[in-house]
């Protein structure tokens, strides 16, 4: 297992590279990559900020969860900081297991409970510049009028 939370540039190739794939049959690949519009609004870039040490810890927990319920044989979890532009990677969770159907169902379990669960936090950089969840609770907001 391996989990990294850093400030500099992600590449899908060092993610897959730090699975243990002895005996596996499939390795998953899931990256997450900025847009360049949200919403109808360009976006330069997203600012990405997490609660160090307890992301990580959590991150952990998702992983091996994921590593129990799947069978997986292992899995690699590098999520970015600080300013990332448009076009490139955020966020890259790579898995191993003997069969594919585990891989993928293990990966998308993992990008949706960090997602959801893990203290990391992002802000839009563009034509407006707001906090992800100040957008998500205006549209909220717009519904309920």
Same mark, same amino acid.
């Not at 899908?12 to 002895?22: H, N, V, Y």
């Not at 519009?37 to 992301?55: F, K, T, V």
């Not at 955020?90 to 998308?108: D, L």
């Given at each position: 297992?391996?989990?990294?939370?850093?400030?500099?540039? +992600?590449?899908?190739?060092?993610?897959?590279?730090?699975?243990?794939?002895?005996? /596996?049959?499939?390795?998953?690949?899931?990256?997450?990559?900025?847009?360049?519009?949200?919403? %109808?609004?360009?976006?330069?870039?997203?600012?990405?900020?997490?609660?160090?040490? @307890?992301?990580?810890? @959590?991150?952990?927990? +998702?992983?091996?969860?994921? @590593?129990?319920?799947?069978?997986?044989?292992?899995?690699?979890?590098?999520?970015?900081? %600080?300013?990332?532009?448009?076009?490139? +990677?955020?966020?890259?969770?790579?898995?191993?297991?003997?069969?594919?159907?585990?891989?993928?169902?293990? /990966?998308?379990?993992?990008?949706?409970?960090?997602?959801?669960?893990?203290?990391?936090?992002?802000?839009? +950089? %563009?034509?407006?510049?707001?906090?992800?969840?100040?957008?998500?609770?205006?549209?909220?907001?717009?519904?309920?009028?």
């Amino acid at each position: 297992m391996f989990i990294e939370i850093r400030n500099s540039p +992600i590449s899908e190739e060092e993610a897959l590279a730090k699975l243990e794939k002895g005996g /596996c049959g499939s390795t998953v690949l899931f990256s997450g990559i900025v847009r360049p519009e949200e919403g %109808g609004r360009r976006i330069s870039a997203l600012h990405y900020e997490h609660y160090p040490g @307890m992301a990580e810890r @959590m991150i952990t927990v +998702i992983v091996t969860d994921a @590593m129990k319920n799947f069978r997986i044989s292992d899995a690699a979890v590098i999520h970015r900081t %600080g300013d990332v532009p448009a076009g490139e +990677i955020s966020v890259v969770v790579a898995v191993s297991s003997e069969r594919r159907k585990e891989g993928f169902r293990a /990966c998308e379990e993992i990008i949706d409970r960090l997602k959801t669960t893990v203290p990391i936090w992002k802000k839009e +950089i %563009g034509e407006v510049t707001q906090w992800q969840s100040e957008r998500l609770q205006q549209r909220e907001e717009r519904k309920q009028k």
